[in-house]
T-cell receptor, first 109, second 114 residues
Framework: RKEVEQDPGPFNVPEGATVAFNCTYSNSASQSFFWYRQDCRKEPKLLMSVYSSGNEDGRFTAQLNRASQYISLLIRDSKLSDSATYLCVVNTGFQKLVFGTGTRLLVSP | DAGVIQSPRHEVTEMGQEVTLRCKPISGHDYLFWYRQTMMRGLELLIYFNNNVPIDDSGMPEDRFSAKMPNASFSTLKIQPSEPRDSAVYFC????????????FGPGTRLTVT
């Protein structure tokens, strides 16, 4: 089993839609969690950290479920500019960071 | 404020040649990471340094790969000899800390080995 798993997609949604991605991790001792965004042929950039209590940043909401070992990202009112690949990142402990392979989102007019 | 700087941005080389990728991290960042990204395997951590010291190189694929950080403002990733399967985008990233800290990525070096 992979340490961090994501559905590769693509998720095709119209503008204004709400879309959610999940990411599962295998190490229950994992300590910190992030969502990064990567545009085509660009470098990854931090979108948001994921806190135990869940957190929101504008149209984006991230949640952590330690019991089921997954994190989620919810995007409301999708914009064309949200089209990108979303990478789940987990600090699995032992000073080790693991990136998921990413979920591709395509928002269409 | 300059971000992470990588050079070259593109490299095309023939199998068997030596390839050296360069990275300048953000000033003041204590951690430096080298990643490789391919369509098949996604983003893989190759090695990371803390205060110029290599901490974990378990992701380095084989002895053909080596990385150095002679000072806080410069690191290299060397492949010798290169092979076609090394073709990928290589990213360097830096951060102020490890757990819970944002990593800032450079623009990457797109390596093609023919």
């Amino acid at each position: 089993r992979k340490e961090v798993e994501q559905d590769p997609g693509p998720f095709n949604v119209p503008e204004g839609a709400t879309v959610a991605f999940n990411c599962t991790y295998s190490n229950s001792a994992s300590q910190s969690f992030f969502w990064y965004r990567q545009d085509c042929r660009k470098e990854p950039k931090l979108l948001m950290s994921v806190y135990s209590s869940g957190n929101e940043d504008g149209r984006f909401t991230a949640q952590l479920n330690r019991a089921s070992q997954y994190i989620s990202l919810l995007i409301r009112d999708s914009k064309l500019s949200d089209s990108a690949t979303y990478l789940c990142v987990v600090n699995t402990g032992f000073q080790k960071l693991v990136f998921g392979t990413g979920t591709r989102l395509l928002v269409s007019p | 404020d300059a971000g992470v700087i990588q050079s070259p941005r593109h490299e095309v080389t023939e199998m068997g040649q030596e390839v050296t990728l360069r990275c300048k991290p953000i000033s003041g960042h204590d951690y430096l990471f080298w990643y490789r990204q391919t369509m098949m395997r996604g983003l893989e951590l190759l090695i990371y340094f803390n205060n110029n010291v290599p901490i974990d190189d378990s992701g380095m694929p084989e002895d053909r790969f080596s990385a150095k950080m002679p000072n806080a403002s410069f690191s290299t990733l060397k492949i010798q000899p290169s092979e076609p399967r090394d073709s990928a985008v290589y990213f360097c990233a830096s951060s102020e800390g490890f757990s819970g800290y944002e990593q800032y990525f450079g623009p990457g070096t797109r390596l093609t080995v023919t």
